[in-house]
Nanobody
């Protein structure tokens, strides 16, 4: 059984920072590529960032490049999303996802494991 649990969301003013964490159960985390997705009310779930199994390759959606860093600590079974210079348009529920294939992906249908999400709200 694989379980992902996000934390670190909250309310922050525009220009502020948050670090989201995603803790994974089990011992297979180090073989998974991981991703962060977000979904705002009335919008489709969208890709934010992804990282391959060993952390050596990352990719970001254009809207967050330069403001967001995805990282992982395989020893802690945890992936992080450091978000800086937050904007109101970043407001969404952020989801952590994993795929056993190990290669990064921007497509939610390629991720088999999902967390429950954590709310990020950025005030103007």
């Amino acid at each position: 059984q694989v379980q992902l649990v996000e934390s670190g969301g909250g309310l922050v003013q525009a220009g502020g920072s948050l670090r989201l964490s995603c803790a994974a159960s089990g011992r297979t985390f180090s073989s998974y590529a991981m991703g962060w997705f977000r979904q705002a009310p009335g919008k489709e779930r969208e890709f934010v960032a992804t990282i391959n199994w060993n952390g050596g390759s990352t990719y970001y959606t254009d809207s967050v490049k330069g403001r967001v860093i995805i990282s992982r600590d395989n020893g802690k079974n945890t992936v992080y999303l450091q978000m800086n210079s937050l904007k109101p348009e970043d407001t969404a529920v952020y989801y952590c996802a994993g795929r056993s294939g190990g290669l990064r992906s921007t497509r939610p249908d390629e991720y088999a494991y999902w967390g429950q999400g954590t709310q990020v709200t950025v005030s103007s």
